[in-house]
């Protein structure tokens, strides 16, 4: 159900035995609901639920039409749900039930649209130009942020640091013997840029992680294919990286992963190895020069008319609230709707926010051995949770309960929304890369950023972030693009906003028209018309997931 402009509290789906206020309600309030009337037991704060019924202790609690919790005591109609009187709870489920059919949208309008992007030799299009600096081990994340410093003040990618007159200008005060106690700083003035000795390499990105030794071999193995990802993700020009040598995440690792994604590699993979060469100001000396080379070569590949068909589009949410899977989930499932049905592929990540909705991903996925390999891998992760004490449950945060979402299941119930309703045509384990047209469900963990990690090692070429409380989550090679699910939010943080999806909680825009303005988005994003909020502020980030025990 969509809000109106008139509504102060909303049932999400017609099975539902909760309202979700859509503003703060007073204790006392007289609700009135399908010739219903009860009085409000508490305070209700907007995102937060209360109950439409009287309730005995273990009762059912329902939202988005799935079972979300069962109550702990006996709750009159009108009670708030808190943690203390509601406990997760989630159907369980089996094999894939019957033929799934999809009314795909309408992408008549879009369907001759192209954007401007990189087409790379293996056939993807990519919506960035970047070379890539990456170290195969820990132990040369030195070397890489001494490469960092090196390229890219010189090559005009480094903004001013806007804070750095800020400390000039106390130290200044300092020196004159300043009592610095009372002082306050103006606001920081804004970014400015160098000119760009490429103008068609939109960046030279550098990642730095504290794995490749001292784990388990699956987990170097897993580096490997991630890192592997990351240099045949089509937003990546070439690639340049740094070995130690004697690691378990050796280049002959990281070169089959590559060759598994695409057999016949064709960017420039510059190696180099420290322990064979004649010194480390040698091999970093090499590695500026090639690189320099290459990033040269990177820069007469120019943009290029490519069909939609192209976006590599990855969904994920963060810091979500209780308006999350009302409005910018929802929203975001509509363009990914869009994408599907224009040929194009879509990855929802984070399976343990898919508690509670397995049964309805095993029932839309294309064939039975897809729907089994979903329900194995769920199964798989939910015992290795179980094994080290935690659980799904343990799933939601402070601040995801604080603003609504009180259990995993309303969590995850919200969140699948980000996946749409097109039929599942892939099912993929942790650094796999993405096959199929269509929606790939990717086995990730819920922290936002090895998931964001994981998705653009999977292929994606723009990423869909949406957030309730706020996030300034960003990816070296993948554009994250943040949305707010409430107007509050993008008003308070607009440094780290991209859209604002508030629009559909006060009724002014429907999910579907919010859905074509992200597409709408997403082709200019794609063409490089602007950058992202994450993108503007240099937000790099990289999270491997780590599954076993440091040896």
Known sequence: MIPTNKQTYLQIHPKDNVLVALQDQEAGSQIYFCGQEFTLKNTVAAKHKFTITDMAAGSEVYMYGVLVGKTTCALPAGSLLTTENLKHAAESFSQKAGDYVWQAPDVSKWQDRTFKGYHRADGQVGTRNYWLVLPLVFCENRNIETLKHAFLK????????KYEAQVRELADLYRQGKDLRDYKLAEAPVYTSQQRLFPNVDGVKFIVHDGGCGGTR?????????LAGYCVNPNVA??????????????????EKIKERDPNFAKPLLIFEQQKAASESAMLSEAILQT????????????????LDKLVVGVECGGSDGFSGISANPAVGYAADLIAALGGKVVLSEFPELCGVEQELINRCADAETADRFVKLMRDYAARAEAVGSGFDMNPSPGNIRD?????????????KKGGTSPVADVLGYGQYVRRSGLTLLCTPGNDVESTTAMAGSGCNIQLFTTGLGTPTGNPVSPVVKISSNTSLATRLPDIIDLDAGPVISGEKTIEELGEEMLEYIIGLASGAYDTKAMELGQDDFIFWKRGVSL
Do not use: M, W
């Open 154 to 161: 010189e090559l005009g990618y480094t903004s001013t640091n």
């Open 218 to 226: 699956e987990d170097s193995d897993n580096l490997c294919a991630l």
């Open 238 to 255: 070439g690639v340049t990286v740094l070995s130690l040598g004697c690691q378990h995440a050796q280049v002959s690792i990281l070169q």
């Open 292 to 307: 320099f080379i290459g990033i040269a070569g990177a820069n007469s590949i120019e943009r290029q008319p490519a069909p």
């Open 404 to 416: 609504g979402l009180i259990t995993d299941a309303i969590k995850s119930a919200g969140a699948a």
